[in-house]
């Protein structure tokens, strides 16, 4: 396979260039320099539809290629997730996210209940109204330039939070709440209790978190399960259904749930969610605030669409008929897909594209590379919506853009995804012109759990005194 294999001299493999003395002491230095070889060694092998890249003897192949994906997706070749999401497993449990694929299925079957497009529809108010609450801090700021993706973080927990369990954190409001600050250290990598030593300073303050978020949710669980109980199950006829409502239900009436799957679920729907659609927002607003032009044509897409009402709120038509807008979030996801790449284990030895990839390698779907596949997306590194487009889309071939991962484990989630973030960038874009004050340079990706900015995302916003209809 492409690629450079170690040595006996460099049983480093390609992660020894990691090993950068001069920048150790920056902030996102190993990340940075990380995206820097998987960029150089994608230049060096852009011809191929695939490259390996050894880390201790041990193969991680690149797909970075439509067909190669497509391979490799087809059929049942690679169910397993990666031995990598087991750092994972203190966070999520053995949640959708990372649990085997024999429990993965039939839950998978089970869990897409919670998406469906009732219970979606019935989060609308939801989105719309802590949408307006972001709205107004961003109004609020006193600061010239505001940094956006802390704020947008808050909004975003919040909304899942409603959403999942049906609670109310309010952590826009108090951005300091024990909840919020537990989420974002714990989605710190370095901090995930199977990454480091239990017995470390690290490792206790990971320790304290994690039980206060396990607790949290216990007690969620079981507010709601005793309220479930007493009452019936007929008691919210008639109310929007959390997600955590839905998971009661196959727990306490279809007993195909335990209450650790519960818990597990709805750790990992508020985990995960909230974050990907924080960076996917971030992204979005900086990219627009760099390009005057596309923002031109979004302004005028909501204010033919949703009027001079900015206070009105983004129903499920705007949404379908917010054909731009759903462009722009698109070739976000190109450029910065939040999930910038997921791993699968080869299980037997399985030939993709003439090359021969080895049992108990870890094939790796990157989307980050992949979006950047010249023969597919010409100047791949232009922020150009148009070719989201209807007659530019028919063009890009199937598995060639896989924001939402592909195949039978993709998101479960993507269009609840897709609705909040939506909603956000048109209510905030309805109501400020940005402008983004760092160019892309200074701004660079960096892989985390989702692909976060390697430096703080600042943004003018100015209050839009005319609306044209």
Not at 55 to 82: C, H, Q, R, W
Not at 287 to 302: A, C, M, R, S, Y
Not at 338 to 345: K, L
């Amino acid at each position: 396979m492409p690629g450079r294999k170690p040595s006996v001299f460099n049983i480093l493999g390609d992660i020894g260039e990691l090993i950068d003395f001069r920048h150790l002491g920056s902030t996102y230095s190993i990340h940075l320099k990380f995206m820097e070889i998987l960029r150089n060694l994608n230049k060096t092998f852009q011809k191929e539809h695939l490259f390996c890249v050894w880390i201790l003897y041990t193969p991680f192949v690149f797909l970075v290629k439509a067909d190669a994906v497509k391979e490799a997706l087809s059929g049942n070749k690679m169910k397993e997730k990666s031995w990598v999401y087991k750092f994972a497993k203190p966070l999520f449990g053995y949640g959708l996210a990372t649990s085997p694929h024999v429990t993965w299925k039939p839950r998978r079957k089970l869990l897409n209940r919670c998406f469906h497009p009732d219970i979606l529809r019935g989060f609308l108010p939801v989105f719309n109204e802590h949408a307006q609450e972001l709205v107004k801090v961003f109004r609020e700021s006193e600061n010239e330039f505001t940094e956006i993706f802390h704020t947008i973080a808050l909004c975003a927990l919040d909304t899942i939070c409603e959403t999942a369990f049906d609670v109310k954190l309010k952590t826009l409001e108090n951005n300091e709440s024990q909840y919020s600050n537990t989420v974002r250290r714990l989605y710190s990598f370095w901090l995930w209790p199977e990454v480091i030593a239990w017995n470390t300073p690290l490792g206790r303050e990971a320790k304290v978190h994690l039980k206060f978020m396990r607790e949290f949710t216990e007690k969620v669980i079981r507010e709601k399960k005793e309220r479930y109980l007493s009452l019936g199950p007929g008691a919210d006829k008639g109310k929007r259904q959390a997600l955590l409502d839905v998971l009661l239900k196959l727990h306490l009436v279809e007993h195909e749930l335990t209450e650790e799957d519960v818990k597990h679920e709805v750790d990992t729907f508020a985990l995960a969610g909230h974050d990907t659609a924080a960076v996917t927002v971030t992204w979005a607003l900086y990219l627009i605030g760099l390009n005057p032009d596309v923002q031109v044509k979004v302004h005028e897409e909501l204010d033919r669409i949703l009027g001079e009402n900015i206070d009105k709120d983004v129903t499920e038509k705007d949404l379908n008929d917010l054909c731009y807008l759903d462009c722009v979030v698109k070739e976000t996801l190109r450029l910065y897909p939040a999930v910038p790449a997921i791993g699968r284990i080869v299980e037997e030895d399985t030939t993709i594209c003439g090359y021969t990839l080895p049992k108990g390698a870890t094939c790796v779907f990157c989307s980050y590379l992949l979006h950047r596949d010249e023969d597919v997306f010409p100047d791949p590194e232009k922020f150009d919506p148009n070719r989201f487009l209807p007659e530019n889309s028919i063009k890009i071939p199937e598995f060639a853009y896989i924001p939402f991962s592909a195949g039978p484990r993709n998101c479960i989630g993507y269009k609840f995804a897709a609705m909040e973030v939506k909603i956000l960038l048109a209510t905030i874009l309805r109501n400020f012109t940005v402008e983004s004050l760092e160019e892309r340079d200074k701004v660079l990706p960096v892989m985390q759990v989702a692909l976060h900015p390697s430096s703080p995302v600042y943004v003018k916003f100015r209050s839009r005194s005319t609306h044209v209809i």
